[in-house]
């Protein structure tokens, strides 16, 4: 017999459903992922620190999760995109307590279990997500009777971080909750690329030491003084990108230096702020598999894998910059380029996982770039 648990909302409303995972409380941002597949990237992937994720989809779980290294190192397993889970807490409408895969190694329950993450099951999945269209940046937080004990975000505690217990990652640079602490070289070649880690998912890392390339990650907050490469990737991550330190003026410097940059989710929106451009909070964000995106001036259109927040604005659009991508369906901005220079940013992800795999060719053009440099 499961326990019950309860989640309260910002807005008053509060729900009960059945605990899964750690019996731990729990608070965050609400957001909602369509995607039918991926709950093992997506909640390992970085961008989602700080968030109680709900998966709107009701089959999760039943491929299992596969095992997890402990460090980042060759070869990079598949299925994951970081050694740990990241998001607050987990929402789903029926958890899956059998795994048929062949790469499965424990329950979803187990798992979050293992990773101090709770979760709650049997919530209206579907009117939840109406809710969050409904109510802008909607926060809420996991609580059960017989339990203290907090979900940890890093070295912050979200309980103690706001009066209400309501924890809002917008107000925090928790970009240092999750870039490496220390530089680390993967791959070889005769190009160096530099990827400056505000979270970054490790497909990007797959896909550029696939390419033969060696690959140096470099903390966020790393001195441009300190970095040589030959080209530079700004990784995903999550947040604010108005709430990452100094990060802004050093990728303002690191432009100065007129080397192939490529920005990808967060790293498009730090890139497109150093560019002189400006960003706002979205009401509930994209995150799912099938946003369509199509490139200006083109009749090319996309099918993209998303997970953001935040959005680049086009009203101020600095000498030399131009719209490179739009979203099909709000005609929100999803990339920049610059017209003379090798720097370019995407707000969809080009290394999937999960997720299609219809822009792959622009990691594959920043390579060229960096290798042809």
Known sequence: MRSKCSLALSNGEVFEGELIGAPVRSSGELVFTTAMVGYGEALTDPSYFGQILLFSYPLIGNYGVPPIPSSLELPIPTGIESSKIHASAVLISIDSPSAFHWKSFQSLDSWLKSQNVPGIMGLDTRHLVHMIRSNPCL????????????????????????????????????????????????????????????????????????????????PWDTPISEMDCSGWLLSNGP?????????????RALLERSQPVLGICLGHQILSLAAGMKTRRMPFGHRSHNQPVYEVGTRKGSITSQNHGYVVEDDVLPDGWEIWFRNANDQ??????????????????PESAGGPRDTGEILDQFVSEVLNS
């Open 139 to 218: 926060m809420g937080k996991i609580e059960m009777s017989g339990s203290s004990a907090t979900r940890m975000l890093g070295e912050l505690d979200p309980f103690a971080c706001s009066d209400d217990g309501f924890f809002d990652p917008a107000k925090y640079n928790i970009v240092s909750q999750v870039s490496t602490k220390e530089r680390i070289i993967l791959g070889s070649g005769r190009k160096r690329i530099g990827l400056i880690d505000f979270g970054v998912k490790w497909n990007i890392i797959r896909q550029l030491v696939g390419h033969e390339c060696e690959v140096e990650i470099f």
């Open 239 to 251: 947040g604010d990108p108005n709430q990452t330190g100094d990060s802004v003026a050093r990728i």
């Open 332 to 349: 929100t901005v999803e990339g920049i380029r610059h017209k003379n220079k090798p720097f370019r940013g995407v707000q969809f992800h």
